[in-house]
């Protein structure tokens, strides 16, 4: 429940209210707000290097920067929240390495089982050493299988030069959805890409109404804004693969939209 409680998402603390007191939440990539939120009970800043379910937002390099900066200043520890961005996503082993900083705690999860679900929390043993046995338990932070899984998952990662896989084809799909009529921009890092829908791909839909269309396609992806589709395909996609994604998501956007009979006669 602290965890729910610390994501800037309003509408996901909703129905769990009341939820643990003491976060503060601050805008993105505003140094000043984050300074202006800080005082003497503050112990930690918790923040990805690229927001995911936000939209796909990169911290600039001044903001991540100054992040680090104003947590040394203070006595404050830094958690990265690596779940999404970890692990060559970004084209780096983790998204704080595109800013040349140093993590006092990092989170991941997700791709370090590449599909056996495990959470891990990585820091120094000074830091570390403030958890006793008992002081925290998980079913999936660290039995034999999980374990076994994320220790092979790294050897592959490592010995397929994951990050550099990221870079090449994450280049690959923002050149290649650049070239859509209906796009008006791409943002991210490597396989962690948003593109911004114009209003004429739209065409009065909104993005996780299109993500909807595109599924049925069968192509996987979600609407983050309203306007905006993310992209996260895997590391080892081939580029064939990103041209047929690419071209599921260009027939979705010339199609018309169905008018309310249709729709209905569709269901």
């Known amino acids: 429940m602290a965890t729910l409680a610390a994501t800037g998402q309003p509408e996901k603390h909703e129905p769990f209210q009341p939820l643990p007191e003491g976060f503060r939440h601050a805008t993105w990539n505003d140094l000043a707000a984050f300074e202006a939120a800080i005082d003497p009970s503050i112990g930690t ?6 927001q995911g379910e936000s939209g796909v937002n990169p911290a600039d390099m001044e903001f991540f920067v100054g992040i680090r900066r104003l947590c040394d200043e203070r006595g404050i520890l830094l958690i990265v929240d690596e779940v999404q961005t970890g692990l060559a996503r970004t084209g780096r082993w983790f998204g704080f390495h595109h800013h040349g900083i140093k993590a006092d705690i990092v989170t991941v999860a997700k791709a370090l089982g590449n599909g ?5 929390v990585w820091a120094p043993v ?4 403030a958890f006793k046995p008992g002081d925290h338990g998980s079913t999936f932070g660290g ?10 998952v790294l050897r592959v990662m490592d010995e397929i030069d994951a990050p550099v896989l990221a870079t090449e084809k994450g280049a690959e799909l923002t050149a290649l959805l650049s070239e859509l009529p209906g796009v008006s921009g791409v943002r991210g ?8 829908l114009n209003e004429v791909a739209l065409a009065g839909r909104t993005a996780a109404e299109v993500a909807l269309a595109c599924l049925h396609a069968g192509l ?5 804004t309203p306007t905006s589709l993310r992209f996260a395909p895997p590391l080892t996609v081939s580029s064939a693969e990103l041209l047929e994604g690419v071209g599921v998501l260009a027939s979705v956007l010339d199609a018309p939209t169905p008018t309310d009979d249709e729709a209905e006669v569709g269901q």
């Open 45 to 50: 800043i918790l923040l990805e290097p690229l």
């Open 116 to 120: 056996v679900p495990i959470g891990a």
């Open 126 to 129: 000074e830091i570390a050493s």
């Open 143 to 152: 039995q034999p299988l999980a374990a076994a899984a994320a220790c092979e």
């Open 189 to 196: 890092l490597g396989l962690l890409l948003a593109a911004e």
């Open 220 to 224: 996987v992806v979600n609407g983050v």
